[in-house]
Structure formats: C-alpha cells, structure tokens
C-alpha cells in the first residue's frame, strides 16, 4: 500500500498512531501561527490538520463540538454571555447558539486563517456565524480574558489545540486565576482535557492549575472522538462554586437538535473510570 495515500499522526512516547486514507490534500499554508492543511479523506470527509496534529473532520467534530458545549449549557441555571477562547472552525460556537438563553457569544481565536478555511472546507461548522449573537475576534484570547472585567461573563469555553505552540498558556494557573476574575457567580469555565489513557499527568497539572486559581469545583466527562490519539477524548468543567444540578428536564425538551448529545449522554459522560476516581480521590 502507497503510504502517500495516507495521512498519520504519530504520538510521540505513547507509540501509537492514527491514519486516515486520503482521496488529495486540498490546501497547505503557514500562517503566521501555525502550519494548517485541509486533505479531502477516503472516509471521513474533509480533515483539517494543525502543525501535524488531526484538528477536525467532517464526520466526526459533532462529538467534540456537542460535548465542549451542551454540558455546560445545561448546568448553568441560565447562561447568557459565553466566550471561546480558540474554536476557530467555529463548530463550537454554532452549538452554543442553538441556546436561546444566550445573548451574546464571542469567539476569540488568535489565527484568523483557521475560521477562513473552515468558511471554505468546513461551511456546515460556520452557519452561526452571522448570526447577530455571534461576535468572531482574532485576538490573543489570554490578553482578552486578563483585561476582561469582572463579572463579565458566565461560560468559557476553552477549545484550544494541544497545549503547545499557541496554546501553551491556556492550561496554566495565572490563565485559569484571570478566568476566575472574570467569571460571574455561577460561572463555569469548560477545558478541553485530552485523553484520560494517555494524558493523565497533564490532566492532573491541569486540575491542580485550576484548583489554585479558586476553580475548585470539577467535573471532568468523557466521550469518544475518533480523530484524536487514543480515540477517548474528555473536557473539564471547573467553577468557583458548587456546580448547579444539571437542568435534565430543559435537556430533555430542548428545541436543537443534536447528533450525539442528549440527557443519557449527559448522565453517563459524567461516569468516572475507576483509575480515574484513584488519582484524583473522587
């Protein structure tokens, strides 16, 4: 078999990798932060990859876009304001506006080029982004959340790449410290937390990153996500005060619809590993 016909991803240290069979790439660029490509695939439709990384797929980001959005939605007693720090394929801000509670959803992703490219190869992650809720800035988003004033906002959504490059300060204790400063009183803060298999010592600095900021209350949810290294992915939801029950009834009955996502989902995303209540004494 021609490895050309190939894209992989290898993992470094955890000695696996994963591939995806490819029809042609369609796009190569530097940006001035990172190096993106689009391939078309065999079977997963379009595939955008970041500095080698695997970012998104046409067939399967509703796992990751849903799960980074819908929890956290549907815990807090009444979301309004909603920042997300990267999420520049803009499928995470088309699930938080399927929220009529929302009134304003700013993104704010440093490398305007991905949102472009996303508008070009992935237009089914971009069609909330007109919408008069929606507000899309390419701005450094730890500058946006350090001069933010308290009380400004009630979720924010860290949909960041791995933490290296760019994204390297969105998992340290002086980011979540400015994230405390600026969340409202049940405000709630959701991070992208890699792989429970194979990242269990940087989910352990980041819960303790999040802890000595003030962000002491935690929830970490697992779900599947094919395209990332071990294909079991998970996010952490981190709050100031006690997390609110979640709304299950305002889920049950919700006007959007949603691939993966719904109240069993919920309820069983929240489940923790028996290796994962260990290390963290749950």
């Known amino acids: 078999m021609n490895p050309s016909q190939w894209f992989t991803e290898q993992l470094p240290g955890a000695e696996t990798a994963f591939s995806l069979k490819i029809k042609q790439k369609l796009h190569e660029e530097q940006s001035p932060f990172q190096f993106l490509e689009i391939y078309e695939t065999e079977g997963f439709g ?16 509703f796992f990751y876009h849903e799960m980074m959005s819908h929890p956290a939605l549907f815990t807090h007693p009444a979301p309004k304001r909603v920042w997300i720090i990267g999420g520049g394929d803009c499928g995470t801000l088309k699930e938080v506006l399927k929220h009529p509670t929302v009134e304003h959803a700013v993104q704010i ?3 305007e080029r991905v949102t ?9 992650l971009c069609e909330s982004n007109n919408d008069p809720r929606a507000d899309l800035k390419f701005i450094d988003g730890i500058k946006w959340v350090k001069d933010a004033a308290p009380n400004s906002v009630d979720i924010i959504i860290i949909d960041s790449t791995d933490p290296v490059g760019p994204a390297e300060g969105l998992f340290g204790e002086a980011f979540y410290r400015d994230c405390f400063n600026c969340l409202s009183e049940n405000g709630m803060l959701v991070q992208q937390s890699e792989s ?10 980041m819960r303790a990153a999040m802890g000595k900021s003030g962000l002491s209350h935690q929830q970490t949810l697992f779900f599947p996500q094919c395209i990332y290294p071990s294909g079991w992915w998970s996010a952490t939801i981190a ?10 009834s305002d889920c049950a ?5 949603t691939v993966y996502y719904n109240t069993d989902i919920h309820k069983a995303a929240l489940a923790q590993p028996e ?3 260990k290390a963290f004494s749950l």
């Open 116 to 124: 472009r490219l996303a508008e070009i190869y992935f237009p089914e």
């Open 239 to 248: 709050a100031k005060n006690p997390l609110p029950a979640f709304r299950e």
């Open 109 to 111: 992703d440093i490398d």
């Open 275 to 277: 290796f994962f209540k």
């Open 253 to 257: 009955s919700k006007t959007f619809d």
């Open 196 to 205: 429970a298999l194979l990242h269990m010592k940087l989910i352990g600095e």
């Open 46 to 61: 379009n595939l955008m990859v970041i500095d080698g990384c695997t970012m998104v797929s046409t067939r399967d980001n």
